[in-house]
Protein backbone atom coordinates (compact mmCIF):
# COMPACT_ATOMS: atom_id res chain seq x y z
CA UNK A 1 0.00 0.00 0.00
CA UNK A 2 1.65 3.25 -1.16
CA UNK A 3 1.21 6.14 1.33
CA UNK A 4 2.09 9.60 -0.15
CA UNK A 5 2.14 13.16 1.70
CA UNK A 6 1.54 16.47 -0.73
CA UNK A 7 2.92 19.84 -0.03
CA UNK A 8 4.77 22.78 -1.58
CA UNK A 9 1.58 24.51 -2.47
CA UNK A 10 0.58 28.27 -0.84
CA UNK A 11 -0.55 31.66 -2.21
CA UNK A 12 1.23 33.13 -5.33
CA UNK A 13 0.58 36.29 -7.91
CA UNK A 14 -0.83 35.74 -11.00
CA UNK A 15 1.72 34.83 -13.47
CA UNK A 16 4.23 33.69 -10.55
CA UNK A 17 5.15 29.70 -10.41
CA UNK A 18 4.74 26.73 -7.95
CA UNK A 19 6.58 23.98 -7.96
CA UNK A 20 4.39 20.85 -5.65
CA UNK A 21 5.67 17.45 -4.17
CA UNK A 22 4.09 13.91 -4.14
CA UNK A 23 6.44 12.49 -1.39
CA UNK A 24 5.40 8.89 -1.48
CA UNK A 25 6.48 5.68 0.40
CA UNK A 26 6.15 2.05 -0.54
CA UNK A 27 7.48 -0.14 -2.56
CA UNK A 28 5.36 -0.79 -5.89
CA UNK A 29 5.87 3.23 -6.08
CA UNK A 30 8.39 2.77 -9.06
CA UNK A 31 6.10 0.57 -11.17
CA UNK A 32 2.97 2.58 -10.80
CA UNK A 33 1.63 5.72 -12.50
CA UNK A 34 1.09 8.85 -10.93
CA UNK A 35 -1.50 11.72 -11.12
CA UNK A 36 -1.47 15.01 -10.21
CA UNK A 37 -4.90 16.20 -9.72
CA UNK A 38 -6.70 19.08 -8.19
CA UNK A 39 -10.30 20.25 -6.90
CA UNK A 40 -11.50 23.53 -6.98
CA UNK A 41 -13.90 25.21 -4.48
CA UNK A 42 -18.37 23.39 -5.85
CA UNK A 43 -16.22 21.74 -8.48
CA UNK A 44 -15.50 17.98 -8.96
CA UNK A 45 -11.43 16.86 -8.82
CA UNK A 46 -10.03 16.50 -12.05
CA UNK A 47 -6.63 15.31 -13.69
CA UNK A 48 -4.41 17.30 -13.77
CA UNK A 49 -1.45 15.79 -15.25
CA UNK A 50 0.27 11.95 -15.17
CA UNK A 51 3.12 10.42 -15.44
CA UNK A 52 3.74 6.63 -16.10
CA UNK A 53 7.01 4.34 -14.19
CA UNK A 54 8.36 4.45 -17.80
CA UNK A 55 8.34 8.70 -17.94
CA UNK A 56 5.43 9.16 -20.38
CA UNK A 57 3.34 11.81 -19.16
CA UNK A 58 0.28 13.03 -20.14
CA UNK A 59 -1.29 17.28 -19.18
CA UNK A 60 -4.59 18.25 -19.20
CA UNK A 61 -5.53 20.98 -21.19
CA UNK A 62 -5.86 23.20 -18.84
CA UNK A 63 -2.19 23.60 -17.80
CA UNK A 64 -0.77 21.93 -21.34
CA UNK A 65 2.40 24.30 -22.45
CA UNK A 66 2.78 25.62 -18.49
CA UNK A 67 3.33 22.52 -16.39
CA UNK A 68 5.57 19.88 -16.33
CA UNK A 69 5.20 16.62 -13.99
CA UNK A 70 8.48 14.50 -13.54
CA UNK A 71 9.74 11.34 -10.85
CA UNK A 72 12.41 11.04 -8.88
CA UNK A 73 12.36 7.02 -8.43
CA UNK A 74 15.54 7.04 -6.01
CA UNK A 75 13.69 9.62 -4.19
CA UNK A 76 10.55 8.07 -4.74
CA UNK A 77 9.11 11.45 -5.65
CA UNK A 78 6.63 13.31 -8.06
CA UNK A 79 7.08 16.70 -8.68
CA UNK A 80 4.46 19.20 -10.53
CA UNK A 81 6.07 22.18 -11.89
CA UNK A 82 3.12 24.85 -12.56
CA UNK A 83 4.18 28.32 -14.56
CA UNK A 84 2.17 31.42 -15.78
CA UNK A 85 -0.71 30.67 -12.71
CA UNK A 86 -4.37 32.05 -12.84
CA UNK A 87 -6.75 32.43 -10.87
CA UNK A 88 -8.71 29.51 -12.12
CA UNK A 89 -5.51 27.15 -10.96
CA UNK A 90 -6.83 28.40 -7.46
CA UNK A 91 -7.61 24.72 -6.12
CA UNK A 92 -6.74 21.80 -3.43
CA UNK A 93 -3.98 19.54 -4.92
CA UNK A 94 -3.88 16.08 -4.61
CA UNK A 95 -1.26 13.09 -6.09
CA UNK A 96 -2.27 9.45 -6.15
CA UNK A 97 -0.34 6.68 -7.25
CA UNK A 98 -1.80 3.12 -9.46
CA UNK A 99 -1.76 1.19 -12.49
CA UNK A 100 -1.94 4.07 -15.38
CA UNK A 101 -5.99 3.30 -16.13
CA UNK A 102 -7.03 4.30 -12.82
CA UNK A 103 -4.88 7.35 -12.17
CA UNK A 104 -6.25 8.57 -15.58
CA UNK A 105 -10.10 7.92 -13.92
CA UNK A 106 -8.73 9.14 -10.71
CA UNK A 107 -10.97 5.88 -9.39
CA UNK A 108 -8.80 6.23 -5.91
CA UNK A 109 -10.29 4.48 -2.48
CA UNK A 110 -8.03 6.39 -0.98
CA UNK A 111 -6.83 10.28 -1.41
CA UNK A 112 -4.44 12.73 0.97
CA UNK A 113 -4.82 15.62 2.80
CA UNK A 114 -3.61 17.66 -0.77
CA UNK A 115 -2.02 21.13 -0.39
CA UNK A 116 -3.83 24.14 -1.06
CA UNK A 117 -2.63 27.03 -3.89
CA UNK A 118 -4.26 30.18 -4.10
CA UNK A 119 -3.78 32.21 -6.96
CA UNK A 120 -4.76 35.83 -6.29
CA UNK A 121 -5.18 38.65 -9.41
Known amino acids: HVQFVESGGGLVQAGGSLRLSCAAS????????VGWYRQAPGKQRELVAA???????YYADSVKGRSTISRDNTENTVYLQVNSLKPEDTAVYFC???????????????WGQGTQVIVSS
Open 26 to 33: GSTFRINA
Open 96 to 110: NVGPLNRVLTGNHDY
Open 51 to 57: ITSGGST
